[in-house]
């Protein structure tokens, strides 16, 4: 038997899958009654997962008519990488200065399980997505920082719903291109020991996604 929170875990994923998908549209209002009866369940567990979703800033509270889908902008790209540059620089001093061996080589082994170009595959915008997250935040990792590593997470976590409210339909040529040449070139750096230009790869790497920003 489900319990009420993983109810609204269920519920919470299916919300956030149907407005990343554009199973709603931009403009549309969330009712509860409504997803209550589209999913078969009682109407609270659908307001728990609204409220979390509200907390989020994936939705907005409108009184007496429901949950407005939010319209990620350019200036949240922006933010988004921004921090990400705060994150993610910083710790690459510690990590060029004593990377252990097998910690470089897994981190290759990631890298080749993305040339996506190289090995002649096309794949969808979530999977070249959830791999770059995989990456970054294993590179991260190596520089022994877990509250900044987690923290890390949950920024590629909201940028991920950028993305994928904003590329969804994209085609894979579009967004592949930004992918394992970059990386491989920032492990290379890590591994000779050349701290500016690891620094330099890693900041174009993470302001890349806004060039594959139309609106």
Not at 41 to 52: G, K, N, Q, T, Y
Not at 82 to 100: A, C, F, Y
Not at 120 to 144: D, Q, S, Y
Request: with cysteine.
């Amino acid at each position: 038997m489900l319990t009420t929170d993983t109810l609204k875990k269920q519920v919470y994923h299916r919300i956030l899958e149907g407005i990343i998908k554009k199973d709603y549209p931009m403009d549309y209002i969330l009712k509860e009654k409504e997803l209550a009866g589209q999913f078969e369940i009682s109407r609270a567990p659908v307001r728990e997962a609204l409220i979390e979703l509200c907390q989020e800033n994936i939705v907005q509270s409108i009184p007496r008519a429901g949950y407005r889908i939010v319209r990620f902008t350019e200036k949240d790209i922006h933010e988004a990488t921004e921090l990400r540059i705060m994150l993610e620089l910083p710790i690459l001093d510690r990590i060029v200065s004593g990377v252990h061996e097998d910690t470089l080589r897994r981190l290759f082994s990631l890298v080749e399980e993305s040339q996506y170009t190289k090995h002649g595959l096309r794949v969808n915008l979530e999977t070249w997505w959830h791999n770059n997250i995989r990456f970054h935040l294993a590179v991260n990792a190596a520089g022994g920082n877990s509250l900044l590593t987690d923290t890390l997470d949950r920024v590629l976590r909201r940028q991920w719903r950028i993305v994928a409210q904003l590329f969804w339909n994209n085609a894979p040529e579009d967004y592949q291109n930004f992918e394992s040449d970059t990386h491989e070139a920032l492990l290379n750096a890590i591994k000779t020991g050349d701290r500016k230009r690891a620094k330099k790869i890693l900041s174009d790497d993470i302001l890349s996604i806004r060039k594959i920003c139309t609106y």
